[in-house]
């Protein structure tokens, strides 16, 4: 059995963002076992499993992310919503459209430094919709 | 329950294609709820969800895509089938081997914006073999 | 229905690490049509599906990984754990936390050249904790 829970976050500002708790709270009961999958309706921002305690640790990403696909880069031709544009798209796939958690004992099994992270890759990012789904 | 459906797409050039529309018409059947899975059975492609409408688009994606893994770097070992060869290992992996998509309502719950990409990485491949999974 | 199997590997040293049949040990039955996926509870170490034959392979994953995130980048602040500390967390997010192979008539459904990589980003790692979920 699949259940769906749609889930609407931000806006954020663009960056590396936890939304563990937005997403555990809006998944009204657990079942003992099973699957939990985050899925991100969107190709400028993406979805990502690390580390959820120190601050610096999204920072950093912000700043390897922006080396890693820089704006302007020389020979990207689509540039139609601005020089961010191209780059999202890049982070998106790099970073991945959606996440899997299993659910054991009635509560998704993350490790005990994880969290999911939202990445917004866009400068100036609207509200981003998410489908939550619960396997079992 | 989980029902699989193989697919044999391509030979695709070297790049990145859409095929979205050849893999939900390889699902006979959509249920009310349940979630998309398409599965890549080769180590030198990829899969990924990415912009659906622009070509140039996907023409950036593999210019950046080479730059980030460029044919002949220093040091690499691996090059039985050639140049190609190692490169293409590591875009799979950066891209990914799977692919997940909710289904809502009876169908899969694509953003406005989203299709499915095969991602090519070898200058002369052949067919490519998917299994696209329902978990219902 | 979802089951589940904790399986503990490593210590693994730094690198990419073929864990295939590992996995496959810890499953005592397959179904006849499921899914599997491979779950890493941490957030310095990866998962992904990549060529299972040449060890050279292996070898030039490490080799492009500490060039794609170098130790010692200028301007990143986390650094608490050592340098190759915050270049893990990167990597991780690049390769990934999880994995999903479908299960066809009994057994996962991997290409030939297809296997299960643990992908090990920290100098000096301890046994890594994973969860293996069977779907059907």
């Known amino acids: 059995m699949v259940t769906h829970y749609s889930l609407q976050v931000g806006p954020f500002p663009r960056g590396f963002h936890l939304i563990t708790h937005q ?9 003992e076992e099973g699957m939990l999958q985050v899925f991100m309706q969107h190709t400028s921002a993406g979805l990502s499993i690390n580390e959820n305690a120190d601050v610096t640790v999204r920072q950093d990403f912000e700043l390897y992310f922006n080396r890693l696909a820089p704006e302007n880069m020389e020979g990207l031709q689509h540039d139609t919503e601005g020089p961010d544009d191209m780059p999202a798209h890049i982070k998106s796939t790099l970073a991945g459209s959606s996440i899997q958690i299993p659910i054991l004992k009635g509560q998704p099994a993350l490790g005990t430094w994880q969290g999911i992270f939202l990445c917004e890759f866009r400068n100036h990012a609207r509200k981003r919709d998410l489908i939550i789904s619960i396997l079992e």
């Open 23 to 31: 997403v555990f709270k809006a998944v009204p009961s657990w079942p």
